[in-house]
């Protein structure tokens, strides 16, 4: 009875006006009713790996993590699968959720129980449902005929929230985007956007809007936010994502050849021009331009980089001939450009061009909650790139992750993780679990963060009521650093120990805050 009950929820839940997350948990509530897991998950196929799209009883970070199914022996077998699979409690497999239970502690609580249902529409597999328990003989007495409508009511459910058409563009994205113009683009991180914390949530938004345009998008936010990953998103979704999206960076161009770069050149047009060479503007015509940090970008350039926007002509060095070139500008810049043209750094009318849509890459300390999934995503990708064991992240040294303000963001995230997971794989025997500890991150991590949140607590009270937030926070942050650099003789070392930070983010702090030159 209780069976049926769980059959006629999830089915109802088909035809209800409820978000795709939300019918995804109401499906793992309703199971919970009838199958004792401890965790279980709903997850979609991407090429050979399946990827959480929802679960309850996994850690956060768990989300972050793409499961290869050649490494997965369990989850290869349920995807091969007619049928819901329901796995002996003594197989030796590897289980891919050992040490993934929220209620692990750490303690790498291994998996004894195990069942899974392969998700199909038709003939196409879509992805899987699995469901895991501590107990060894949890799902015996499961019913195999009634797995198998939960297994079809799922795959329903994912085909009603689109996800098939996603995976097919994404397939269709991967395949196209593999070209020689795009080797700059490939050799760098992936493509993946995650983060599922409302400011997350709305540039997704944003990107899938302005993607459909042939506008110019200007992406700004602070170091290591990953703008280049924002372009990238941009362009995969736009019209030109078969063409292909040319990669310059702005900071890198002597002044002397950001015209040939950019613009090309004819033979003879300087010394050491022995042919005729078409520049980024030419050999991207038809596709997408990304010009990273525009705000770098040489004044004497700018002039020629305005005409191109608002002509689509460049010219080449040394020609007197106009080439048409159909490119769509995707730009972005750690700096404040509006205050650069204040400055006169930044040449008013081509900030004007470049700001059509922007879109502002938040700081990981404005989305907190995204740092489990993230860090998930990096310790699997340092896993495959080391060949360990899983590698599992404590429950103290998740909550030090969190609580730390991370002034490098998502580069500086990776870095870590990249450091800490080497360091705790150097004491552990190849392929045995790696299990990152708060002792792996080092004093940055520790909790000797008090003195400094005391300050705040106590700078707070002779704030004005109507400043605004952000910049009474950046206000607070530049007297601690005028104070510390005071009390230290202008020594930037010392006073980044004094307060209790890693010179290098005390220095890139200063530099956002306008305190130093970059």
């Given at each position: 009875?209780?069976?049926?009950?769980?059959?006629?929820?999830?089915?109802?839940?088909?035809?209800?006006?409820?978000?795709?997350?939300?019918?995804?948990?109401?499906?793992?509530?309703?199971?919970?009713?009838?199958?004792?897991?401890?965790a279980?998950?709903?997850?979609?196929?991407?090429?050979?790996?399946?990827?959480?799209?929802?679960?309850?009883?996994?850690?956060?970070?768990?989300?972050?993590?793409?499961?290869?199914?050649?490494?997965?022996?369990?989850?290869?077998?349920?995807?091969?699968?007619?049928?819901?699979?329901?796995?002996?409690?003594?197989?030796?497999?590897?289980?891919?959720?050992?040490?993934?239970?929220?209620?692990?502690?750490?303690?790498?609580?291994?998996v004894?129980?195990?069942?899974?249902?392969?998700?199909?529409?038709?003939?196409?597999?879509?992805?899987?449902?699995?469901?895991?328990?501590?107990?060894?003989?949890?799902?015996e007495e499961?019913?195999?005929?009634?797995?198998?409508?939960?297994?079809?009511?799922?795959?329903?459910?994912?085909?009603?929230?689109?996800?098939?058409?996603?995976?097919?563009?994404?397939?269709?994205r991967?395949?196209?985007?593999?070209?020689?113009?795009?080797?700059?683009?490939?050799?760098?991180?992936?493509?993946?956007?995650?983060?599922?914390?409302?400011?997350?949530?709305?540039?997704?938004?944003?990107?899938?809007?302005?993607?459909?345009?042939?506008?110019?998008?200007?992406?700004?936010?602070?170091?290591?936010?990953?703008?280049?990953?924002?372009a990238?998103?941009?362009?995969?979704?736009?019209?030109?994502?078969?063409?292909?999206?040319?990669?310059?960076?702005c900071a890198?161009?002597?002044?002397?050849?950001?015209?040939?770069?950019?613009?090309?050149?004819?033979?003879?047009?300087?010394?050491?021009?022995?042919?005729?060479?078409?520049?980024?503007?030419?050999?991207?015509?038809?596709?997408?331009?990304?010009?990273?940090?525009?705000?770098?970008?040489?004044?004497?350039?700018?002039?020629?980089l305005?005409?191109?926007?608002?002509?689509?002509?460049?010219?080449?060095?040394?020609?007197?001939?106009?080439?048409?070139?159909?490119?769509?500008?995707?730009?972005?810049?750690?700096?404040?450009?509006?205050?650069?043209?204040?400055?006169?750094?930044?040449?008013?009318?081509?900030?004007?061009?470049?700001n059509v849509?922007?879109?502002?890459?938040?700081?990981?300390?404005?989305?907190?909650?995204?740092?489990?999934?993230?860090?998930?995503?990096?310790?699997?990708?340092?896993?495959?790139?080391?060949?360990?064991?899983?590698?599992?992240?404590?429950?103290?040294?998740?909550?030090?992750?969190?609580?730390?303000?991370w002034?490098?963001?998502?580069?500086?995230?990776?870095?870590?993780?990249?450091?800490?997971?080497?360091?705790?794989?150097?004491?552990?025997?190849?392929?045995?679990?790696?299990?990152?500890?708060?002792?792996?991150?080092?004093?940055?991590?520790?909790?000797?963060?008090?003195?400094?949140?005391?300050?705040?607590?106590?700078?707070?009270?002779?704030?004005?009521?109507?400043?605004?937030?952000?910049?009474?926070?950046?206000?607070f942050?530049?007297?601690?650093?005028?104070?510390?650099?005071?009390?230290?003789?202008?020594?930037?070392?010392?006073?980044?120990?004094?307060?209790?930070?890693?010179?290098?983010?005390?220095?890139?702090?200063?530099?956002?805050?306008?305190?130093?030159?970059?």
């Amino acid at each position: 009875m209780n069976q049926l009950r769980a059959i006629v929820s999830i089915a109802s839940d088909l035809t209800a006006a409820l978000s795709s997350e939300e019918r995804y948990r109401r499906l793992l509530e309703a199971l919970r009713r009838v199958i004792p897991y401890d965790a279980a998950a709903l997850l979609r196929l991407e090429g050979d790996a399946l990827i959480p799209v929802v679960s309850q009883g996994l850690s956060a970070d768990a989300m972050g993590r793409r499961f290869a199914l050649k490494e997965q022996p369990r989850l290869d077998i349920i995807c091969r699968s007619d049928e819901p699979v329901v796995f002996p409690s003594d197989s030796d497999l590897p289980d891919p959720y050992d040490g993934l239970l929220a209620n692990d502690h750490g303690e790498f609580t291994r998996v004894h129980a195990c069942l899974g249902c392969p998700l199909r529409v038709g003939d196409e597999l879509i992805g899987a449902l699995t469901a895991d328990a501590v107990r060894p003989n949890a799902f015996e007495e499961i019913d195999p005929s009634f797995l198998a409508a939960v297994g079809a009511l799922a795959g329903a459910e994912m085909r009603a929230t689109h996800l098939i058409e996603a995976l097919e563009q994404s397939a269709q994205r991967q395949g196209l985007i593999a070209r020689d113009l795009m080797r700059d683009v490939q050799l760098r991180q992936g493509s993946d956007i995650i983060g599922t914390t409302r400011v997350m949530q709305r540039l997704r938004q944003d990107i899938d809007l302005v993607a459909r345009s042939d506008f110019t998008v200007l992406i700004t936010g602070e170091t290591g936010v990953g703008k280049e990953l924002v372009a990238r998103a941009v362009q995969a979704a736009s019209q030109r994502h078969a063409e292909p999206m040319l990669y310059v960076n702005c900071a890198a161009l002597p002044e002397t050849l950001a015209d040939s770069e950019l613009f090309g050149h004819v033979r003879g047009a300087f010394t050491g021009a022995t042919t005729d060479r078409a520049g980024k503007f030419e050999v991207a015509s038809g596709g997408t331009l990304f010009l990273d940090e525009i705000g770098e970008l040489p004044l004497s350039v700018q002039p020629k980089l305005l005409r191109a926007i608002q002509q689509g002509e460049i010219q080449r060095v040394g020609s007197d001939q106009l080439v048409k070139a159909d490119v769509r500008l995707i730009a972005a810049t750690n700096r404040d450009l509006e205050q650069e043209v204040k400055a006169q750094r930044f040449r008013a009318d081509l900030f004007h061009r470049l700001n059509v849509y922007p879109l502002r890459v938040p700081p990981l300390r404005d989305r907190v909650e995204d740092i489990p999934l993230m860090a998930g995503y990096f310790c699997d990708v340092m896993r495959k790139r080391l060949g360990l064991g899983p590698v599992r992240i404590d429950a103290d040294s998740a909550a030090a992750l969190k609580s730390y303000p991370w002034p490098g963001n998502v580069r500086e995230l990776e870095n870590v993780l990249s450091r800490v997971t080497l360091k705790a794989a150097a004491k552990t025997k190849r392929g045995d679990p790696v299990v990152i500890s708060r002792s792996h991150l080092g004093p940055d991590f520790a909790s000797a963060q008090a003195p400094v949140i005391e300050q705040i607590s106590s700078k707070a009270k002779t704030v004005p009521a109507n400043i605004d937030f952000k910049e009474a926070t950046r206000e607070f942050q530049r007297s601690l650093i005028e104070r510390a650099l005071a009390k230290n003789d202008g020594n930037w070392a010392a006073a980044a120990r004094s307060v209790g930070m890693h010179r290098s983010n005390f220095h890139h702090l200063a530099v956002r805050l306008g305190l130093k030159r970059g």
